[in-house]
C-alpha cells in the first residue's frame, strides 16, 4: 500500500467514525424524545452497523494482524 493510499484510508476512516459518532448522538436525541419515530431509529441503527463495518474493515487494511 502506497503513502498516498494510506493516507486516503486513514482520512476515511475519521470521516467514517465521525459519522458513527453522530449517529449515536441522534439515536439518543430520538430515543429521548417522546413519539420517536422507531422506523428512522431503526434505519440509523442499520447505518452505524454498516459503518462499523467498514470501519472495521479500513483498520484490517491499515493494522493487519501480522503473525510471527
Do not use: N
Amino acid at each position: 500500500m502506497t503513502r498516498e493510499e494510506e493516507r486516503e484510508l486513514t482520512l476515511e476512516l475519521e470521516r467514517l467514525k465521525q459519522e458513527h459518532r453522530d449517529l449515536d448522538s441522534a439515536i439518543d436525541a430520538l430515543l429521548g424524545s417522546t413519539g420517536h419515530d422507531r422506523i428512522q431509529v431503526q434505519r440509523l441503527k442499520k447505518r452505524k452497523l454498516q459503518l462499523r463495518d467498514r470501519i472495521g474493515a479500513i483498520e484490517d487494511q491499515l493494522f493487519p494482524d501480522i503473525i510471527a
